[in-house]
T-cell receptor, first 112, second 115 residues
């Protein structure tokens, strides 16, 4: 059974204080790993897709990396508007269609 | 371009009732997936439909059913509602739903409260 574990569950940062969020996964065969951002009461917003170990992607203050067992979302000099829940999900094979298996998320709060 | 749309935005039902949730995918997307998100947890996969056929089913009871229409929109039906069905129901669309892992784009969700 595919499993995704995110840590920490919650993270409080001061504005400008860089940090990393962790996503550990156990899958039978990884097809892709996805990062989403979710604001309270809203649907997840797509950030990145990573397909193979060693791959990195960047967008503004965010950088996602992937190894064979985990992924990191690095946040550089965060701002209060980066406060949200960050979700990690994997799509694996064999697989039920295009099912995504999500972790529990990391709730990030950035204080000014 | 419009993103994934869902209706209604909020819904209150009582135990034992049934509910129908609706989803319209991004234009050009042929695959629709449904997820349930309980407060404080990550979304859980319920169904995937592609070209009107069920392509995947998560670990949910038979009270949950879905279908996809020729215009690729979709409905999720839940019968005999239980208190534990209270959640945010998310719809996600993707281009084809097969082959290399495709990005799924989520709608705003329908918040269901069962009393």
């Amino acid at each position: 059974e595919d499993q995704v574990t995110q840590s920490p569950e919650a993270l409080r940062l001061q504005e400008g204080e860089s940090s990393s969020l962790n996503c550990s996964y156990t899958v039978s065969g990884l097809r892709g790993l996805f990062w989403y951002r979710q604001d309270p009461g809203k649907g997840p917003e797509f950030l990145f897709t990573l397909y193979s170990a060693g791959e990195e992607k960047e967008k503004e203050r965010l950088k996602a990396t992937l190894t064979k067992k985990e992924s990191f979302l690095h946040i550089t000099a965060p701002k209060p508007e980066d406060s949200a829940t960050y979700l990690c999900a994997v799509q694996a094979s064999p697989n039920a269609g295009n099912m995504l298996t999500f972790g529990g998320g990391t709730r990030l709060m950035v204080k000014p | 371009d419009a993103g994934v749309t869902q209706s209604p935005t909020h819904l209150i039902k009582t135990r034992g009732q049934h509910v129908t949730l609706r989803c319209s995918p991004i234009s050009g997307h042929k695959s629709v997936s449904w997820y349930q998100q309980v407060l404080g947890q990550g979304p859980q996969f319920i169904f995937q439909y592609y070209e009107k056929e069920e392509r995947g089913r998560g670990n949910f009871p038979d009270r949950f059913s879905a279908r996809q229409f020729p215009n690729y929109s979709s409905e999720l039906n839940v019968n005999a509602l239980l208190l534990g069905d209270s959640a945010l129901y998310l719809c996600a669309s993707s281009l084809a739903g097969t082959g290399r892992a495709e990005t799924q784009y989520f709608g705003p969700g329908t918040r269901l409260l069962v009393l």
